[in-house]
């Protein structure tokens, strides 16, 4: 790799890091982080730049749908979550996604792991309407078959229990089921079914999964179990990490199986992380297999963090918009790179932010956990908005050459209904060489509303009044439409009068984390049709918190002994609401009530100078918070040696040859004690 990097390219990255939209200056908390990445990043793109001749290559330009991921757990089954699903998908194509990533991980389509067959069959069910509805629209689906790895912002599903009931054998066997399951209901495009197997040993304790021999043995059984359906059409291929130590023993092995890709996963590029994509490419090239690489990110971690911090904190790094020139440069290092490697598809993880950023002045002082979930909602309300990010288009931009120009068409066949004080909008969808993003409406020549849906509800209008609207189509360019224009009228509102104010409001504690209102009813001219409940934590702060049909109110979502400020408002059918009653306070009841004592305490390795305990999960009436340990050299001397928010621990503090006791205890969030386990007796070798 003599050559020279074209001056272009070196032009272009560096314009990149550093005219990105003018992005918020680098904390110095992180500009040794930042040069350290930007350095790693400049120095592949010598590599890239050195060997590609700059000729593109037609690359897929996937992405994570975040929202139709089995991480998502039971929230994919709740009413009206599949239409933010379609949102999502709509938003993506907006960029000129046209491939869609989606994890549906081990054992999400496994029937075992329900107690319900019900919900397997539903999950089932959402993810074959998802996969029929992608190819509808003529764009194509790759399923990651992993398995669920449980963690803070990442994955609300928790398999570790099922795990524990599989041997290896058994596990090769539900693994290949699952694979083979996926490819005849779902029809993939592309499906990995082997994509990080450090990861997946570390997640399942199978640590067969993390040798070559074991990894490969398992994928032959699915490759065998898929062939088996007769299902065609369907691209399997399996892969590793750029980290995984022995990759290339892996890539070679998966190489020379069955497989139509060799799939990777490319996340730290600390070392030689990233030049360990072109060996990997390198390798399936020679085998003549496709390349694929279904997730990638840049992490922010420094050489000197590896393995010590935690996913939710690298992760946590992730939204602040100061990293958004620098995961610009990153993905276009990686576009370099399979256009020069020519990759079949490629597929950024984190396509959150291809919608929203966080201010670190704002916001740096959240836990990751809090950022990455208002980061993710922020997102969703952007996709709502059809609103994108620089590094959003920027994407799209890598893609399309020239930069789209093309503006979508004028929407068609506008509608309205209306009532006193609000008209509803309607109209068709309009079309775009690219993907349209969304829409905008103009009230009397004013901006009323962006949405990425086909409707608009323009409330607080005034009785019998006529509002010329005007609608235009953008995409993610902001490439805009000619104007479609309609005149609606409100109807005439002969109820002005609101309902009188609600009085005797009272609160009274009735759970641990419930509070019951009640209140004399409002009366009005017509009748009244319902109450808004709003609440907070202080007098001052009370908002719009729920609603009822009646006087009366129990709220669910208290948190123990904790005081809330509410008051109560009515309002009748015409959309007349009475001011607000007076604010009152109100405590749930204390949390008394201990968790239930921690079951299956057991070893799950024991040496001369550690023991490994594991055990199964308490349940308690609001929340288990910890788990403590107690160890002893009798029944009777058991003290506590240590606590974890997890259902195993290892003690490091024993010597050899040495008889010990050990039980373990639960804890709740208001630090209720349960008893102690039964002791189980363990004698270090």
């Given at each position: 790799m003599s050559k020279l990097v074209p001056q272009s390219l070196v032009l272009f990255f560096i314009s990149l890091v550093v005219n990105a939209q003018t992005p918020p200056p680098v904390p110095s908390l992180f500009q040794d982080l930042y040069t350290q990445l930007t350095n790693q990043i400049t120095s592949f793109n010598t590599i890239v730049g050195g060997g590609w001749n700059g000729q593109p290559y037609p690359v897929i330009n996937s992405a994570q749908l975040r929202s139709a991921s089995c991480e998502q757990g039971g929230l994919l089954l709740g009413p009206g979550y599949y239409s933010g699903v379609l949102n999502e998908i709509q938003s993506l194509q907006a960029l000129g996604i046209n491939t869609f990533t989606v994890h549906i991980d081990f054992p999400t389509l496994d029937p075992a792991f329900y107690l319900?067959?019900?919900?397997?069959?539903?999950?089932?069910?959402?993810y074959i309407q998802l996969s029929n509805d992608i190819h509808a629209r003529g764009l194509k689906l790759i399923v990651e078959n992993s398995v669920v790895f449980p963690q803070p912002g990442i994955s609300t599903l928790s398999a570790p229990v099922f795990y524990k009931t599989l041997t290896w054998t058994t596990y090769?066997?539900?693994?290949?089921?699952?694979?083979?399951?996926?490819?005849?209901?779902?029809?993939?495009?592309?499906?990995?079914?082997?994509t990080e197997p450090d990861t997946e040993s570390s997640a399942t304790l199978q640590i067969n999964v993390n040798t070559v021999s074991g990894a490969t043995d398992m994928l032959n059984q699915m490759l065998a179990a898929i062939q088996a359906t007769g299902v065609t059409g369907v691209s399997v291929g399996a892969g590793c990490g750029t980290w995984q130590n022995g990759f290339s023993n892996f890539a070679t092995s998966f190489a020379?199986?069955?497989?139509?890709?060799?799939?990777?996963?490319?996340?730290?590029?600390?070392?030689?992380?990233?030049p360990n994509a072109i060996t990997i490419a390198q390798i399936a090239h020679a085998a003549g297999k496709q390349v694929g690489m279904t997730e990638t990110w840049m992490y922010k971690e420094r050489d000197s963090e590896l393995g010590k911090l935690t996913s939710t904190v690298i992760y946590g790094r992730d939204p602040f918009s100061f990293w958004e020139p620098l995961d610009q440069s990153y993905l276009q290092s990686i576009v370099n790179f399979a256009q020069y490697q020519q990759l079949t598809f490629i597929s950024p993880f984190w396509s959150t932010y291809f919608h929203v950023y966080l201010d670190y002045a704002t916001y740096g002082t959240m836990t990751a956990s809090q950022l990455l979930s208002l980061s993710g909602t922020q997102s969703g309300v952007a996709i709502s908005s059809g609103q994108f990010t620089p590094t959003g288009t920027a994407y799209e931009n890598m893609f399309f050459k020239p930069i789209d120009t093309i503006p979508p068409t004028a929407p068609p066949g506008p509608g309205y209904t209306a009532t006193t004080t609000q008209i509803n909008l309607t109209w068709l969808s309009s079309s775009d060489n690219v993907g349209v993003a969304g829409y905008n409406i103009y009230r009397n020549g004013t901006l009323a509303n962006t949405t990425s849906g086909l409707f608009f509800q323009d409330l607080n209008l005034t009785a019998n009044t006529a509002y010329n609207y005007a609608i235009e189509a953008f995409d993610a360019l902001k490439n805009t439409s000619p104007q479609t224009l309609i005149t609606a009228t409100t109807q005439r509102n002969p109820d002005t009068q609101p309902p009188t104010v609600p009085t005797g409001l009272a609160a009274t504690g009735t759970g641990v984390t419930q509070i019951s209102l009640s209140w004399t009813a409002s009366t009005d001219d017509v009748a009244v049709t319902g109450y808004k409940i709003y609440r907070g934590t202080a007098p001052t702060t009370v908002a719009i918190y729920s609603s009822s049909a009646s006087n009366s109110f129990l709220d669910l979502n208290c948190s123990p002994t904790a005081a809330y400020y509410y008051s109560v408002a009515a309002y009748d059918a015409a959309g007349n609401v009475s001011a607000q009653s007076t604010v009152i306070s109100g405590k749930s009841l204390p949390d008394t009530v201990p968790p239930s004592v921690p079951t299956n305490l057991q070893t799950t390795a024991v040496a001369s100078t550690s023991v490994s305990l594991a055990w199964s999960a308490s349940t308690d009436n609001v929340k288990v918070s910890n788990y403590r340990i107690y160890r002893g050299t009798s029944p009777t001397t058991l003290q506590n040696i240590g606590s974890t928010t997890t259902l195993a621990y290892t003690d490091t503090k024993v010597t050899t040859k040495k008889t010990y006791y050990y039980t373990v205890a639960a804890v709740d969030t208001s630090k209720n004690v349960s008893a102690q386990s039964p002791a189980i007796l363990v004698t270090t070798p």
């Open positions: 319900n067959q019900a919900d397997y069959q539903n999950y089932l069910n959402f090769e066997q539900s693994r290949a089921q699952q694979a083979a399951l996926i490819a005849q209901q779902l029809h993939p495009d592309y499906l990995s079914v082997i020379g199986t069955a497989v139509q890709f060799v799939d990777m996963h490319i996340y730290p590029i600390n070392r030689t992380y990233l």
